[in-house]
């Protein structure tokens, strides 16, 4: 089994090429959108690439939930994200850091939550079985 | 103008690889402010011809059932230029089709000479509520899948890149 260190060295590698940012740009902390520079459409083409260099199949929205995520009026109320809200996304992002995001639950910080560090254990618990 | 950046396709292995080709000629006005004096067939366009080679190549392996639009580059590079007379062949390799869209490996040559090369990314464009896009806004319409008689020849005969591989 892969350990968090080579998962994370092969997450860096496919983050480099798919965004052409530099090795050392691609730190567990940094945010794909906010640090990396990722459009939407990046997405789709590291979800390939994942997939390519893992071995593995990932569903549309698992990794990186889509908007409709939080379509439910009862879960955002005037651009924030309500308890309601955190809870449905704890549940589709088990991977993801929601403690950080709640303090300040305002939907354009979403994409904060997309973090290197999100990729590394979403593929820890997908390469473990439990994904 | 059309938008049509291919002439001809003279492989196509489903789900594998194809061939196409485009001749570039004076009579393309846009040669003629790229640039005057100086016509080269603009980077942008080979890069239009390699993404239409390698389009039809994914979204033929869904019977185009898929809009396939083209979503990213992440690799491009331009090694030199082609000017009116050039054959422009372009090679795509499909590396992935899934249902989301698809990836695909294209070169650019004029006989020997690499162009161009680049790895293209394509969306496919998510259906909504039963709603069908209209075709006409993109690039080849079924009418226009004529382009897929490989290395057909002006008497309309197969071609000898035609026969079957």
């Given at each position: 089994m892969a350990t968090t260190d080579e998962i994370f060295a092969k997450v860096k590698e496919t983050l480099v090429d798919a965004?052409?940012?530099?090795?050392?740009?691609?730190?567990p902390e940094a945010s794909l959108v906010g640090d990396l520079g990722a459009e939407s459409i990046?997405?789709?083409?590291?979800?390939?690439?994942?997939?390519?260099?893992?071995?593995?199949k990932i569903p549309r929205g698992e990794l990186f939930p889509e908007r409709d995520a939080l379509a439910d009026k009862s879960l955002v109320q005037d651009g924030v994200v309500t308890p309601e809200g955190i809870a449905e996304l704890r549940k589709r992002m088990p991977h993801a850091d929601l403690d950080h995001f709640a303090a300040d639950p305002k939907v354009e910080n979403m994409s904060d939550l997309f973090t290197v560090k999100m990729i590394v254990k979403f593929l820890e618990k997908k390469l473990a079985g439990g994904g | 103008m059309r938008w049509i950046w291919i002439d001809r396709f003279l492989e196509f292995?489903?789900?594998?690889?194809?061939?196409?080709?485009?001749?570039v000629t004076l009579a393309?006005?846009?040669?003629?402010?790229?640039?005057?004096g100086f016509p080269v067939m603009p980077g942008s366009l080979i890069m239009e011809g390699m993404a239409q080679t390698g389009g039809l190549l994914l979204g033929e392996?869904?019977?185009?059932?898929?809009?396939?639009?083209l979503a990213k580059i992440p690799k491009l590079n331009f090694y030199g230029w082609a000017c009116p007379g050039d054959t422009l062949v372009y090679s795509a390799k499909l590396l992935d089709a899934r249902e989301d869209g698809g990836v695909v490996e294209c070169t650019a040559h004029v006989g020997d000479r690499l162009v161009a090369d680049a790895e293209i990314v394509f969306a496919h464009l998510p259906k909504t509520g039963g709603e069908t896009v209209d075709q006409k806004n993109f690039v080849f319409t079924m009418k226009?899948?004529?382009?897929?008689d490989v290395g057909r020849a002006g008497d309309g005969a197969p071609g000898a890149a035609a026969a079957p591989t």
């Open positions: 965004l052409g940012v530099d090795e050392d740009e691609v730190t990046d997405f789709l083409d590291i979800s390939f690439r994942l997939e390519k260099n893992f071995a593995i | 292995e489903s789900g594998s690889h194809a061939k196409a080709v485009k001749n393309e006005d846009h040669l003629h402010d790229h640039f005057p392996t869904s019977q185009f059932e898929h809009v396939v639009i226009l899948l004529g382009v897929f």
